[in-house]
C-alpha cells in the first residue's frame, strides 16, 4: 500500500520499539494481502499477549490508526505482553484477519481499528464467543464479548470549529473548510461538531463586537484515509475560495492538508498562518509548526490502552463505552500536548525532527509553537475554552448525527440553537 511519503514520518512519531517482520501461524495463516508484526521479540517471557488489525488506511497515518498503535504499545510494555499486528490492504482481509487471530485463542483481547470493521467483528465474535474484542467506531451494543469504543468527536469538533470561526471572524473572513475522508457516520459527527462551532462562534462574535457575521463552512470528503495528493487538492481548492482555516479529518490524506496551507503561507513568503490548518486525532501540530494552529486530539491510544486494561484485570464488558470532553477522550491539544508527544521520541529521532524543522533545540520548538498559537488573540482562546466548560457541564449540547439524513438537517440550520435542537 502506498503511503504517501509518510514513512518518514512514523518512525518519528511513534518509534517505542522495533518490530521484527512475520507471518501469524495457526489455521491456515494470515491473509495473504496482510502484514503481520510482533512488538519485540520473545527474549523474556510474556504474561500473555494481544493483537490489533488496522483498517486499510493503516499505520503511518499519524492519526487514527498511529494512535491505535500507540494505546497498544503502552499497554503491551505496561502489562507485560506480546503485540501482534495485523494490516488490512483491502476490505476483504477483516474478517480473515479477525479470524485468524482468534482461531489462535491466545490473545486476552483483539483490537480492531476502525468503523469499516463492524460486520466483520460481529461475524467473528459471534463465531469465537471466548474471544474478547474491542472495535473502535463500530457500534455493537449487544455481545459480551465485544466493546464498543465511540468518541464525542462532535465535542471536540465543536471547539475546533469555534476556534477556526473566531480566527475568520477576527481577520474580517467569510469562509473556513473541513476536508474529510470517506463519507461514513462518525464523519459526519466531525463535520457536525465542527459546524456548530462555528455557528457558535458567529453568535459570540456579535455579543462581543456587535456585528454580524456569516461565516461559509466549505466542505469535501475526499473517499480515502491514506491519499496525501487528495487532500491537498481539496485544501487548495479550499484556499482559493477564501478558507481561512482548514480542519483536516481524513487520517493520511489529511496530511495533504498541511502541506497546501504551507505552500499557501510560502507564497506570501509567510511562516506562520493565518490562514491555518487544524490537525485531527493526535496532537499533529510538531508536523508543521506555524501552519496548524492546534489538533482536535481523539485519544484512541485512551481507549485502547483502557481496553486492554480491562482485559488483564478481569473487567472487561461489552458494550459501548463512549468518550467525550469530560473523559478526555476529545480535546484541542496544547503546546504542552505537543510538546509530550515530540518528548516521548527516541533521542536520535528528535534531533533529526529538529534540525529539519530548522531548530536548535526542543525549547525553540516549544517556543514557536507558542509564538505561533500567539497569533490568535487570547480572547479566542479563552472563547473557545468557555465552549468547553458549558459542553462538559451540560449547559451545550452538541449533535451527533450518524447519517445522511441527518447531517443534511445540520447543513441547512441557521444557528447553533437549531443545531442544538437536533441533538436530543
Given at each position: 500500500m502506498k503511503k504517501a511519503g509518510l514513512a518518514v514520518f512514523l518512525?518519528?512519531?511513534?518509534?517505542?520499539?522495533?518490530?521484527?517482520?512475520?507471518?501469524?501461524?495457526?489455521?491456515?495463516?494470515?491473509?495473504s494481502t496482510a502484514t503481520a508484526t510482533k512488538s519485540e521479540a520473545k527474549t523474556s517471557a510474556k504474561a500473555g499477549a494481544i493483537a490489533i488489525v488496522y483498517d486499510v488506511g493503516g499505520r503511518g497515518d499519524l492519526s487514527f490508526n498511529d494512535m491505535a498503535y500507540l494505546g497498544a504499545s503502552k499497554a503491551a510494555k505496561d502489562f507485560n505482553l506480546e503485540l501482534v499486528e495485523l494490516q488490512s490492504n483491502s476490505e476483504d482481509d477483516y474478517y480473515k484477519n479477525l479470524e485468524t487471530l482468534a482461531k489462535q485463542k491466545k490473545y486476552k483481547v483483539i483490537i480492531a481499528v476502525g468503523f469499516m470493521m463492524t460486520d466483520a467483528v460481529k461475524a467473528v465474535a459471534?463465531?469465537?464467543?471466548?474471544?474478547?474484542?474491542?472495535?473502535?467506531?463500530?457500534?455493537?451494543?449487544?455481545?459480551?464479548?465485544?466493546?464498543?469504543?465511540?468518541?464525542?468527536?462532535?465535542?471536540?469538533?465543536?471547539?475546533?470549529?469555534a476556534l477556526a470561526g473566531l480566527i475568520a471572524a477576527n481577520d474580517g473572513k467569510d469562509k473556513?473548510?473541513?476536508?474529510?475522508?470517506?463519507?461514513?457516520?462518525?464523519?459526519?459527527?466531525?463535520?457536525?461538531?465542527?459546524?456548530?462551532?462555528?455557528?457558535?462562534?458567529?453568535d459570540y462574535y456579535k455579543q462581543k463586537t456587535g456585528k454580524d457575521v456569516n461565516i461559509e463552512v466549505l466542505y469535501q470528503y475526499t473517499g480515502s484515509f491514506n491519499d496525501a495528493a487528495k487532500g491537498k487538492a481539496a485544501a487548495?481548492?479550499?484556499?482559493?475560495?477564501?478558507?481561512?482555516?482548514?480542519?483536516?479529518?481524513?487520517?493520511?490524506?489529511?496530511?495533504?492538508?498541511?502541506?497546501?496551507?504551507?505552500?499557501?503561507?510560502?507564497?506570501?513568503?509567510?511562516?506562520?498562518?493565518?490562514?491555518?490548518?487544524?490537525?485531527?486525532?493526535?496532537?499533529?501540530?510538531?508536523?508543521?509548526?506555524?501552519?496548524?494552529?492546534?489538533?482536535?486530539?481523539?485519544?484512541?491510544?485512551v481507549g485502547v490502552y483502557n481496553a486492554v486494561k480491562a482485559a488483564v484485570q478481569g473487567t472487561f464488558k461489552g458494550g459501548i463505552v463512549e468518550l467525550g470532553l469530560k473523559d478526555n477522550g476529545v480535546g484541542l491539544s496544547t503546546v504542552d500536548d505537543v510538546m509530550a508527544m515530540f518528548n516521548s521520541l527516541p533521542e536520535e529521532t528528535q534531533k533529526k525532527k529538529l534540525q529539519e524543522l530548522g531548530f536548535n533545540s526542543?525549547?525553540?520548538?516549544?517556543?514557536?509553537?507558542?509564538?505561533?498559537?500567539?497569533?490568535?488573540?487570547?480572547?479566542?482562546?479563552?472563547?473557545?475554552?468557555?465552549?468547553?466548560?458549558?459542553?462538559?457541564?451540560?449547559?451545550?449540547?452538541?449533535?451527533?448525527?450518524?447519517?445522511?439524513?441527518?447531517?443534511?438537517?445540520?447543513?441547512?440550520?441557521?444557528?447553533?440553537?437549531?443545531?442544538?435542537?437536533?441533538a436530543s
Open positions: 518512525v518519528g512519531l511513534l518509534a517505542l520499539s522495533v518490530f521484527a517482520s512475520g507471518c501469524i501461524g495457526g489455521g491456515g495463516g494470515a491473509s459471534k463465531k469465537y464467543p471466548d474471544q474478547k474484542f474491542a472495535i473502535i467506531d463500530g457500534y455493537i451494543p449487544d455481545m459480551p464479548n465485544v466493546m464498543s469504543i465511540l468518541f464525542k468527536e462532535n465535542e471536540g469538533s465543536a471547539l475546533a470549529g473556513v473548510g473541513i476536508v474529510l475522508g470517506m463519507e461514513i457516520p462518525v464523519l459526519y459527527k466531525f463535520e457536525a461538531g465542527y459546524r456548530f462551532g462555528v455557528k457558535w462562534a458567529e487548495q481548492a479550499q484556499l482559493q475560495q477564501g478558507a481561512w482555516v482548514i480542519y483536516q479529518v481524513a487520517g493520511g490524506t489529511g496530511l495533504g492538508v498541511f502541506d497546501a496551507v504551507k505552500e499557501y503561507l510560502d507564497a506570501q513568503g509567510k511562516k506562520m498562518g493565518p490562514p491555518f490548518a487544524i490537525g485531527v486525532d493526535s496532537a499533529q501540530d510538531w508536523i508543521k509548526p506555524g501552519v496548524i494552529i492546534a489538533s482536535m486530539m481523539k485519544r484512541v491510544d526542543k525549547e525553540e520548538l516549544k517556543q514557536y509553537l507558542e509564538k505561533t498559537r500567539a497569533q490568535v488573540p487570547d480572547w479566542i482562546w479563552k472563547a473557545v475554552d468557555e465552549l468547553k466548560q458549558k459542553i462538559i457541564s451540560g449547559e451545550i449540547k452538541v449533535p451527533a448525527p450518524m447519517d445522511k439524513a441527518g447531517i443534511e438537517k445540520i447543513r441547512q440550520a441557521k444557528t447553533w440553537q437549531e443545531m442544538e435542537q437536533l
